[in-house]
């Protein structure tokens, strides 16, 4: 057994499981495992920790570490801290669960949404003048750049919305739907 090995197994199981989990839950999201679970070693630290620490604790090599490192302060999730005392670069993750899901969104709006909906408007103007573009390709290129618009403005939107507001949203789901007369699916 490593002395990395050693430090991730002296963890109180709890942590552990969220650290293992949420890489895990990384991949699924498109993220690297190393890159989600240093994410989740620094939000569930409760003092700042330095890359050498983090390579440590989790078995990851400290190269991985500080592109890893890089990568999530460019979403903003994570700041490089000063410890006094200390020489070596500590770093801190945003605790704020919704001021992270923020964080998170804009960076993937900004990488996927806008990208996509600058892509789906030059294929539009591209199929008018294409008479090998049939009206039903067209129609499903509206129809995806509509949807993909209209959730642009939906989310610029609710970044206006204070957190409070959003959660009494979230938590009223349930009777939004009942009040709709939908049923949950």
Same mark, same amino acid.
């Given at each position: ?73 460019? =979403?903003?999730?994570? &700041?490089? @801290? !000063? *410890?006094?005392?200390?020489? /070596? ?7 704020? +669960? ?56 939906? =989310?610029?939107?609710? &970044?206006? @919305? !204070? *957190?409070?507001?959003?959660? /009494? ?7 939004? +739907? ?8």
């Amino acid at each position: 057994m490593t002395e990395t090995t050693k430090t991730i197994e002296i963890m109180p199981e709890a942590v552990r499981r969220f650290i293992l989990h949420w890489g895990d839950m990384g991949q699924q999201w498109g993220v690297n495992r190393s890159i989600a679970q240093i994410h989740a070693l620094l939000y569930i630290s409760e003092r700042p920790l330095p890359a050498d620490v983090i390579s440590d604790s989790l078995g990851i090599a400290r190269s991985n570490v500080s592109n890893s490192l890089k990568e999530l302060m460019s =979403y903003k999730i994570v &700041q490089r @801290v !000063p *410890v006094a005392g200390e020489r /070596r670069d500590h770093f801190t993750a945003e605790t704020d +669960v919704w001021e992270l899901a923020r964080r998170i969104a804009a960076v993937r709006k900004a990488r996927e949404i806008d990208p996509a909906l600058e892509t789906l408007a030059h294929c539009l103007s591209d199929a008018d003048g294409d008479m090998q573009v049939t009206d039903e390709q067209r129609r499903r290129l509206r129809e995806m750049h509509a949807f993909t618009a209209d959730m642009d403005r939906w =989310y610029t939107q609710m &970044q206006a @919305v !204070p *957190v409070r507001t959003l959660t /009494r949203l979230v938590r009223l789901g349930d009777r939004i +739907v009942a009040l709709l007369g939908l049923t949950a699916r």
